[in-house]
């Protein structure tokens, strides 16, 4: 933590506590570090770990993509309190039962593991759900929520002083996809239609004590998004301004788009997406790249660097999915509506020496991150159990450097 006032609430990825109002008092604890923390990521499956299928893929394990985003964290120089949340995953709940408080005693309190079956009714929350739930229980005022596949970049503690989350409260960055006038939500919020949008909840920065309502109508939205509103946006990503929208709240947008990352196929003539690359909203520096469509944990023998292609967003581009014989001109696995395919863009690939910077930073870091999942998995590719001492040591290592 810095030099703020108060802490605020995160998903288990960074755990520290806050000096202000608690949505949930009883997890309410003060502390005396500053006002930030940085937090949780997507959740973690009940952990049989990865599935491997036909040797190439399996399932996502949301924990071990935590834990790499959490090393990134720290390589990045952030030491803010961590909440890593999870759906009481036997990893890190320990075999007795003890995980968290080691972890807890080991960082100085700087990284909290905290369980969603630990919260009322919590075994029953599920999918884009657990979001909302980890930032109204985190034990912090003020959250950087940042998902389990969601790799930090750069120390995000600077983004608690840029001037629009200062003046509003919230700070949420932009995805590709427009939110169009004939959009439902328009007419569940009871507002007139405006050209945005959506947003993309990888990271989100929020102060509950200023947002607690449109918090609530969020995690209101999210409750009922699998039955309703997560047919009308992105899951719960498109939710969360449309909350704020709703009760004319104040919040502020990152301007610049995304860029797409991935990698070249068939010779170059095809470009695989399989990651968004989003950016401080001050500097305009690579803040984090969120590796929605290729995860670590997903394809967990694979090796190889995807990070090796860009494509920049801007105003006229569109994403776009590889569909029938387009499938066959690209190497990634799964399209076809699988979720670990990739996306394309109408763009054209970025090779300006500002890309080939950026890609040369990526590549340092999606190195390691790969050098890290080979430590913590066994050779059934399950996470192992000591992985926190192997975690603790490998991150120590390359921060002495």
């Given amino acids: 933590a810095r030099r703020s006032r108060s802490t605020r609430a995160r998903p288990q990825r960074r755990s520290r506590q806050s000096k202000g109002v608690s949505p949930n008092p009883s997890w309410s604890w003060s502390h005396s570090e500053n006002k930030v923390i940085v937090g949780g990521g997507d959740t973690a499956r009940p952990s049989d770990g990865p599935e491997r299928t036909g040797g190439t ?4 394990y949301y924990t071990l993509d935590a834990l790499l985003g959490l090393a990134a964290l720290r390589l990045a120089g952030c030491s803010l309190p961590v909440e890593l949340w999870h ?47 980890a930032v109204l229980h985190a034990a912090f005022e003020e959250v950087l929520y940042l998902d389990a596949d969601n790799v930090p970049l750069m120390d995000p503690t600077a983004l608690f002083q840029t001037a629009g989350y200062l003046q509003t409260g919230a700070l ?7 939110v169009y006038p004939d959009n439902p939500m328009w007419r569940v919020i009871g ?16 102060n509950r004590t200023r947002h607690w309502k449109p918090l609530a109508l969020c995690d209101y939205f999210n409750e009922r998004g699998p039955a309703f509103y997560h047919w009308f946006l992105n899951g719960d990503a498109g939710l969360w301004h449309m909350a704020w929208f709703a009760l004319g709240a104040s919040f502020s947008l990152a301007s610049r788009l995304p860029s797409k990352l991935g990698y070249l196929a068939d010779g170059g003539r095809a470009f695989c997406g399989a990651s968004h690359l989003q950016f401080h909203p001050a500097s305009n520096r690579p803040a984090f790249a969120n590796r929605g469509l290729r995860k670590f944990s997903v394809f967990p023998g694979d090796s190889a660097r ?17 569909r029938g014989a387009d499938t ?19 763009s054209e690939v970025d090779h300006s020496p500002a ?9 340092a870091a999606e190195t390691q991150l790969l050098g890290l ?6 050779q059934h590719f399950q996470l192992r159990r000591s992985w926190w001492p192997l975690w603790a040591q490998f991150v120590r290592e390359r921060m002495d450097r």
């Fill in 57 to 60: 893929g399996g399932r996502a």
């Fill in 87 to 133: 759906n009481h995953d036997p990893a890190l709940l320990g075999v007795d039962g003890r995980a968290a408080e080691v972890v807890l005693s080991q960082t100085g309190g700087l990284v909290r593991l905290r369980d969603f079956w630990s919260l009322p009714g919590g075994q029953h929350f599920a999918g884009f759900q657990l979001i909302t739930k």
């Fill in 172 to 178: 949420f960055w932009q995805d590709f996809d427009p």
């Fill in 191 to 206: 507002k007139e239609p405006l050209p945005l949008r959506d947003t993309e909840s990888s990271q989100l920065l929020v």
């Fill in 306 to 322: 995807c990070w090796t292609a860009l494509k920049r967003g801007d105003n006229g581009s569109m994403q776009i999915f590889p």
């Fill in 328 to 346: 066959s001109r690209c190497l990634c696995i799964g399209h076809g509506g699988s979720a670990y395919g990739c996306s394309d863009m109408t």
């Fill in 355 to 363: 890309a080939r910077g950026v890609l040369r930073r990526l590549a």
């Fill in 373 to 378: 999942r080979a430590v913590l998995l066994d």
